[in-house]
């Protein structure tokens, strides 16, 4: 555990929820491990949950699922703050962080600031997380009202100068290099930490240890490196995860670490070993996705309702549809071990 979430823990810690409140996250949490222990196939409130304010974007990057298939394919619009408030007003005393990202960019959500402090109004010690691109034209001017009520602004980044415009598309490097110059100069002194994040490609793998030393530059503390996850990514071939494997790939990542070891100052996550199977999968348990217009999908990897949801927060509680019928069907078979086939691709379940 790295000293972000350290820190993040004992602010929750500081902040648990109080009188009746407490009572109930203590006893959300013993049912929590009551029904791990069980195996059951029902599930307590969430600790975590990722809420997309909305899907709509201001950039066409390669990487992203919206720019394929189900993406093309899927409905556009922004969660009201009435549904928005409805929600938390349900999950609020059981939660530990919220993540208020998805398909979209979070800072497009003109009601962006009124969300966060309704939040922080019902209790401060939730830890609130955003995911941004940081290229809107008016980014700092948002953003400047959400430092020290936001505690995590993760910034996509993909790539340096050419090979970071040729992913994502629409962008343009020089303006985010400056917003980040301006954003990390907002944010000193604050309780709000800075993340970037690299969506790891054959495009841009090299530019890996480029990134931390850019991070240094920049003193933000925090870089993470992912693979390209494609789930929803339909032009390209599940055999795609073998470059992860290659013998170039292994040399950058050998740089990477010894990179990492030069800059200590920048805390750098990363894992492209891992094993594969659906039981790898934590999100049939964990941070459960609820789409702008209401449905829970499987995951933030393909969070397109029309293909697979399990059921609509603004017609039932939440509680109710993450043990609807189909969401029990979809954690059995988790339990098997067997791979629904809305998950073919996926990097948790191929290689």
Aim: hydrophobic share 35%.
């Amino acid at each position: 555990m790295n000293k972000r979430r350290v820190s993040k823990a004992i602010n929750r810690l500081l902040n648990l929820p109080k009188n009746k409140y407490l009572f109930f996250y203590i006893k959300n949490k013993i049912n929590h491990f009551y029904l791990k222990y069980n195996k059951s196939l029902k599930v307590a409130y969430p600790s975590t949950i990722m809420i997309e304010l909305t899907n709509q974007c201001n950039l066409a990057c390669t990487i992203c699922p919206r720019e394929y298939n189900f993406g093309k394919a899927m409905d556009k619009g922004n969660m009201t703050v009435a549904q928005t408030k409805n929600i938390i007003d349900e999950v609020w005393p059981y939660l530990d962080s919220i993540g208020l990202t998805g398909m979209g960019e979070t800072f497009i959500y003109k009601e962006i600031v009124e969300i966060v402090d309704y939040i922080k109004f019902k209790n401060k010690g939730i830890i609130i997380s955003v995911s941004t691109n940081a290229m809107l034209p008016n980014f700092i001017e948002i953003v400047s009202k959400l430092v020290n009520k936001i505690d995590t602004i993760q910034i996509s980044i993909d790539g340096l100068g050419s090979v970071y415009e040729s992913i994502r598309k629409k962008a343009s490097f020089e303006t985010l290099e400056n917003n980040l110059h301006q954003l990390v100069d907002l944010c000193k002194g604050t309780k709000t930490t800075l993340m970037l994040n690299m969506v790891v490609t054959k495009e841009n793998y090299f530019q890996m240890p480029d990134l931390v030393k850019f991070a240094n530059k920049l003193e933000i503390e925090y870089m993470d490196f992912s693979q390209l996850n494609l789930a929803a990514v339909t032009d390209i071939d599940s055999s795609y995860y073998e470059f992860y494997l290659s013998d170039e790939f292994s040399n950058v990542t050998s740089e990477l670490e010894i990179t990492c070891n030069n800059y200590k100052n920048v805390t750098t996550n990363y894992n492209f070993k891992t094993e594969t199977g659906f039981q790898k999968c934590p999100f049939p348990w964990s941070h459960f996705y609820i789409c702008w217009n209401g449905f829970i999908a499987p995951c933030c990897a393909k969070p397109f309702p029309k293909e697979l949801n399990f059921g609509n927060v603004f017609d039932n509680k939440v509680i109710e549809v993450l043990n609807s019928k189909d969401y029990l069907t979809f954690r059995k078979l988790w339990f098997e071990n067997k791979t629904p086939d809305f998950c073919n691709k996926c990097h948790f379940t191929s290689h």
